[in-house]
C-alpha cells in the first residue's frame, strides 16, 4: 500500500475534510500539483479549480475550490481554501446557470461590467462543473 498522510480541507465556515490520504492534485495560481507522502515543505497558492484527493483506500473525492492555499509540512498538509465545494453537493443547473450569465457579461463588452468578476464567477462556475465531471467518469 502507497505511503499515506495526514490532509485537512477547511473553508472559513468548515472543516471539509479531515483524515489519511495517498496523494493530492490541488489547483495551483501556475498550474495544477500532485503532493504524495514526504514532499518537500512549501507553502503555495492555489487558484480556482478541482482539488482532487486520493483517500487511504484508493478513493477519490473532488472539491471545487475558488482558491486559497496549499501547506505541506513534515509529512501533512492542510488546504485552506477560500471557498470549497464537495463535487457530491453541487447543484449542477445552478452552476450552469452562473457559467452562462458570467460568458454572456465577458462577451457583452459594456463598459460597465467588472470584467475581472465576471472573470472570477466563470472560472468558479467552471470548477464546479469540473469537480461534478470528475465524479462521473
Known amino acids: 500500500m502507497p505511503r499515506q498522510f495526514p ?19 490541488a489547483p495551483g495560481v501556475a498550474g495544477y500539483l500532485g503532493v504524495l507522502a514526504r514532499h518537500a515543505p512549501m507553502v503555495t497558492e492555489l487558484g480556482p479549480g478541482v482539488l482532487t484527493i486520493v483517500e487511504a483506500d484508493g478513493d477519490r473525492t473532488y472539491y471545487a475550490l475558488s482558491g486559497g492555499f496549499l501547506e505541506v509540512r513534515r509529512d501533512q498538509a492542510a488546504v485552506l481554501a477560500d471557498t470549497a465545494e464537495p463535487a457530491r ?22 463598459r460597465d461590467i467588472d470584467t475581472a468578476r465576471a472573470e472570477a464567477a466563470l472560472q468558479r462556475a467552471l470548477a464546479r462543473l469540473e469537480a461534478v465531471r470528475k465524479t462521473r467518469q
Do not use: H, K, Y
Open 89 to 110: 453537493e453541487v447543484d449542477v443547473e445552478r452552476a450552469r446557470a452562473a457559467e452562462r450569465r458570467a460568458r454572456e457579461r465577458l462577451r457583452s463588452g459594456a
Open 7 to 25: 490532509l485537512r480541507v477547511m473553508a472559513p465556515d468548515q472543516a471539509l475534510f479531515e483524515g489519511e490520504v495517498q496523494g493530492i492534485i
